[in-house]
């Protein structure tokens, strides 16, 4: 089993531009989550999906837009990013209250 | 509102020797306690977890933890790091009726020779 992926693994934006950040897990799981990591702020939670079919907003979700495609599969957009999004993003899905995590996507907003 | 304080940004510890990283959390009822760890470039890993019973928790890595409800901390120990202990580690809790989890700002831990 993969668990959680993340792609990209890296990326590099110029202000203005978009892009989405894929996350997809293979365990079967129903709630899925985004999380940015800041120095010193820990993570913090963008959006979650409970199942498939709805979403939430977390902490700071101002900025970005998600989509839960399927049961597997959910993805964070940014539609126009700023310098103030580089950070390092992570997916996670949880099963009975516990969350794992993919590896994260590093991006930086030039 | 949960919410979750590790106090210590970084710890050093000499390899061999004990270690304890602090968690403190605000949450109105009994929470569910988590301690994940960080290594460098990577995801994070669950370490170990306290939803109930046995206040004295046993995780991976030979690293225990301890539920003390007058005190609101779930502290994290292990008697003897070794230097692959080196990583940031984080507190969190979530809430019994949700499944969202609040983390801590995380603690760095160093270990020297």
């Known amino acids: 089993n993969a668990g959680v992926t993340q792609t990209p693994k890296f990326q590099v934006l110029k202000t203005g531009q978009s892009m989405t950040l894929q996350c997809a897990q293979d365990?079967?799981?129903?709630?899925m989550y985004w999380y940015r990591q800041d120095p010193g702020m820990g993570l913090r939670l963008i959006y979650y999906?409970?199942?498939?079919?709805?979403?939430d907003k977390g902490e700071v979700p101002n900025g970005y837009n998600v989509s839960r495609l399927n049961k597997r599969e959910f993805s964070l957009r940014l539609e126009s990013a700023a310098p103030s999004q580089t950070s390092v993003y992570f997916c996670?899905?949880?099963?009975?209250?516990?969350?794992?995590f993919g590896a994260g996507t590093r991006l930086s907003v030039l | 509102a949960q919410s979750v304080t590790q106090p210590d940004i970084h710890i050093t510890v000499s390899e061999g020797a004990s270690l304890e990283l602090r968690c403190n959390y605000s949450?109105?009822?009994?929470?569910?306690l988590f301690w994940y760890v960080q290594s460098p470039g990577q995801g994070l890993q669950l370490l170990l977890k306290?939803?109930?019973?046995?206040?004295l928790v046993q995780g991976i890595k030979g690293f225990e933890a301890e539920f003390k409800r007058s005190q609101s901390s779930f502290n994290l120990r292990k008697p003897s790091v070794h230097w692959s202990d080196a990583a940031e580690y984080f507190c969190?809790?979530?809430?019994?009726?949700?499944?969202?989890?609040?983390f801590g700002t995380g603690t760095r831990l160093l270990v020297s020779p």
């Open positions: 996670a899905s949880s099963l009975e209250n516990i969350q794992y």
């Open positions: 365990m079967n799981h129903n709630s």
């Open positions: 999906s409970a199942s498939e079919g709805t979403t």
């Open positions: 949450y109105g009822a009994t929470p569910y």
């Open positions: 306290y939803f109930s019973g046995d206040t």
């Open positions: 969190a809790v979530g809430a019994q009726s949700f499944q969202k989890l609040v």
